[in-house]
């Protein structure tokens, strides 16, 4: 593990520690759970965007066309 000192102002700390106390987590923990979700969430909007400008119009149609044409059962119907 790494040590990190970060700052921040004098009110978003109460905050934090509040939040905290409510979720039943140290402050360390909250801020570590956080920016672990701020991270998984930007690299899986990368891994997305990587993913998205390998399809193509033409395969998702070639792939829709494989569908039957029929009706779905009664309980998938809205």
Do not use: C, W
Not at 47 to 69: M, Q, T
């Amino acid at each position: 593990m790494s040590a990190l000192s970060l700052r921040l102002p004098k009110s978003l700390h109460v905050q934090l520690s509040e939040v905290a106390q409510v979720e039943g987590v140290s402050v360390n923990q909250f801020v570590m759970l956080a920016v672990a979700e701020k991270v998984a969430s930007i690299s899986t909007i990368e891994y997305l965007e990587k993913r998205a400008k390998r399809g193509s119009r033409e395969k998702l149609l070639s792939i829709l066309n494989k569908v039957p044409d029929v009706e779905p059962a009664e309980f998938d119907r809205l």
